[in-house]
């Protein structure tokens, strides 16, 4: 046998039990424990002790969920995916990834003959991160675009004698998505025991809003002191709207310098990984000569460092 035949034949068989262990591990990984079904409805503390953990998660005493939670990496890409509203578990997620990797990796050694290559398809677990992030930052931008509304109608509630959490309750029954979901997470949790502010808290850390841990502090304030609350909501409300039309300004005035980055980060791996696949002989010098080695390890390291210095540039905080 040829050594070109030997490394097909082990490049289909790596694909082939790849394949067979994506699936496998996607059909296990379809299975949710009780905790992620309940999770999907409320918030569970996932702290190290269990006197801290919510009254929810030391009913269940799921030790897979808290195994999990102690990986921050792990947390954090769940959280996303919930934020995002991808349907998928996060155990499926990862097979599918590692199935995409093998494949893309499998069939660039193929084409170019160079194990080099193979780390090509490390694109493959970055584009799928940066599609989370992009959808779960949408939903993001319109729980802050439908907040000052949802401020206002909490207000009216107040005004006509509704408690703070009745109000929450009345926003509910009108309030778009991805608002109507958080908000009814935040009333379940303070249904289930946990203080009203510790659950705003929650909403106010996974949708990343400056603005609504303002209605965190007005509930905590509410619950301790008193006072005219629905006129501090109002107050909120109206800052609140001013943010977010200086922050559409500032996102129109850096939609150039977005782009820009996005294509100066992605382009140049896209058409690399693109000529490796149709056309292997014109990129071989690249991956079988010293020069093309270090001209490709330094070409990569420009690029991300093009990328953040652009990201730096137009990062501004409002």
């Given amino acids: 046998m040829s050594?070109?035949?030997?490394?097909?034949?082990?490049?289909?068989s790596v694909v082939a039990g790849g394949l067979l262990g994506g699936a496998v591990f996607a059909l296990v990984g379809h299975r949710q424990t009780v905790a992620q079904r309940v999770g999907a409805y409320v918030t569970l503390r996932h702290d190290e002790s269990d006197?801290?953990?919510?009254?929810?998660?030391?009913?269940?005493?799921?030790?897979?969920?808290?195994k999990l939670a102690r990986s921050p990496l792990l947390t954090r890409l769940r959280t996303e995916m919930e934020v995002a509203e991808i349907d998928i578990g996060l155990e499926q997620l990862l097979g599918y990834v590692v199935v995409a990797i093998l494949l893309v990796g499998g069939l660039l050694v193929l084409k170019?003959?160079?194990?080099?290559?193979?780390?090509?398809?490390?694109?493959?677990?970055?584009?799928?991160?940066?599609?989370?992030?992009?959808r779960a930052d949408r939903k993001r931008r319109m729980f802050a675009d439908q907040l000052p509304d949802?401020?206002?109608?909490?207000?009216?509630?107040?005004?006509?004698?509704?408690t703070f959490v009745g109000a929450l309750k009345a926003v509910l029954e009108d309030a778009p998505e991805p608002s109507a979901r958080e908000l009814r997470r935040a009333v379940l949790d303070e249904q289930l025991g946990i203080p009203l502010a510790d659950a705003l808290a929650q909403v106010t850390e996974r949708m990343r809003s400056q603005?609504?841990?303002h209605v965190a502090i007005v509930a905590s304030l509410q619950r301790e002191?008193?006072?005219?609350?629905?006129?501090?909501?109002?107050?909120?409300?109206?800052?609140?709207?001013?943010?977010?039309?200086?922050?559409?300004?500032?996102?129109?005035?850096?939609?150039?310098g977005r782009l820009s980055g996005g294509v100066?980060?992605?382009?140049?791996?896209?058409?690399?990984?693109?000529?490796?696949?149709?056309?292997?002989?014109?990129?071989?010098?690249?991956?079988?000569?010293?020069?093309?080695?270090?001209?490709?390890?330094?070409?990569?390291?420009?690029?991300?460092?093009?990328?953040?210095?652009?990201?730096?540039?137009?990062?501004?905080?409002?």
């Fill in 3 to 12: 050594a070109d035949a030997g490394l097909a034949a082990a490049a289909v």
């Fill in 51 to 66: 006197s801290e953990q919510s009254l929810v998660e030391r009913a269940l005493g799921d030790r897979k969920a808290r």
């Fill in 112 to 134: 170019t003959h160079s194990p080099v290559a193979a780390l090509l398809a490390l694109v493959v677990p970055g584009a799928a991160l940066m599609a989370i992030r992009m």
């Fill in 150 to 162: 949802n401020l206002q109608v909490i207000a009216s509630a107040m005004r006509s004698g509704q």
């Fill in 211 to 213: 603005d609504f841990k």
């Fill in 225 to 256: 002191t008193g006072g005219n609350t629905a006129e501090v909501i109002e107050l909120v409300a109206e800052t609140v709207r001013q943010r977010i039309e200086i922050r559409r300004l500032v996102r129109s005035l850096t939609a150039q």
């Fill in 264 to 318: 100066l980060a992605g382009l140049p791996v896209a058409l690399l990984l693109f000529i490796s696949l149709i056309n292997p002989g014109y990129v071989r010098p690249l991956y079988h000569t010293t020069m093309g080695l270090v001209a490709l390890g330094v070409s990569m390291g420009l690029v991300v460092c093009g990328g953040f210095v652009i990201r730096k540039i137009i990062k501004i905080e409002v």
